[in-house]
């Protein structure tokens, strides 16, 4: 069963950077299509990023320009470096794959904070 995993979340000041990772739980499988969505307190599930085919990516209109969505090589890790970060971008981030069987997989999320 192939699991992903988000790290990199954490506490950090407004006007400051995070990365997030994107694992999955083998190096035997890889992603043709990854991204990052959010969901804050008492709010919907958002789109953040992503990247798809031979690396075209887009961003929601919340996080453009301040946000980048980048995977490696073998398409099985992923990142989304997050500068200027202020309190609106309080929440949980997770990942998400398009796997073996052509279909999603899930991260359990990561909190990200950004305090005033």
């Known amino acids: 069963q192939v699991q992903l995993m988000e790290s990199g979340g954490g506490l950090v000041k407004s006007g400051g950077s995070l990365r997030l990772s994107c694992a999955a739980s083998?190096?035997?499988?890889?992603?043709?299509?990854m991204s990052w969505y959010r969901q804050a307190p008492d709010k919907e599930r958002e789109f953040v990023a992503a990247?798809?085919?031979?690396?075209?990516?887009r961003y929601g209109d919340s996080v453009e320009g301040r946000f980048t969505i980048s995977r490696e090589n073998a398409k099985n890790t992923w990142h989304l470096t997050m500068n200027s970060l202020t309190p609106e971008d309080t929440a949980v981030y997770y990942c998400?794959?398009?796997?073996?069987?052509?279909?999603?997989?899930w991260g359990q999320g990561t909190q990200v904070t950004v305090s005033s």
């Open positions: 990247i798809v085919g031979g690396g075209i990516v």
């Open positions: 083998t190096a035997r499988v890889s992603f043709g299509a």
């Open positions: 998400k794959g398009r796997g073996p069987g052509d279909r999603d997989y």
